[in-house]
């Protein structure tokens, strides 16, 4: 789904002439075919799922969340407007982010589910979420509401 989107977004770009939207989708496809390169290796022909593709673009965002970290530190805050204008043309293909107060319910609901009571559940319980919320969830954030709640 996603993948089939980007080859239009990036013609809309180009259109309208929008240089910072048409390098952060080149990127994308880039690091995609990249990626769907190393899958055809392992055996698998279509490439890379929906799931991997999301994760990828997360990563993106999460670089780019760095980035602009680093770029107020050193002064630089033209470099740090441009990532944060890549967040936005990035985050066009993610789906809408679960908030904390989500997160923690999500939270609750799988440990819930799944009947974890200490430590040794965590990766169960992580596995479940990535599984149930792949692309909504910042699941640093949430690997900390699990590691608090089954008593770390």
């Known amino acids: 789904m996603i993948r089939e989107l980007l080859p239009d977004a990036l013609k809309a770009a180009q259109k309208e002439k929008d240089a910072r939207a048409v390098s952060t989708l080149r990127l994308i496809v880039a690091a995609l075919k990249d990626r769907d390169i190393a899958a055809r290796g392992k055996g698998n022909p279509d490439g890379i799922p929906d799931e991997e ?21 050193g002064g630089r805050l033209e470099l740090a407007e441009q990532e944060a204008e890549e967040i936005i043309i990035i985050e066009r293909f993610l789906p809408e982010q ?20 200490g ?31 089954l008593g770390g």
């Open 53 to 73: 593709i999301l994760q990828m673009l997360q990563t993106m965002v999460k670089q780019r969340r760095e980035s602009i970290s680093m770029y107020e530190k």
């Open 98 to 117: 679960l908030d904390a107060a989500a997160t923690e319910a999500a939270v609750e609901k799988t440990i819930a589910d799944l009947g974890a009571t």
């Open 119 to 149: 430590l040794k559940d965590m990766g169960s319980v992580m596995g479940a979420l990535r599984d149930n919320y792949a692309g909504q969830m910042d699941f640093g954030r949430a690997s900390g509401i699990v590691k608090a709640r």
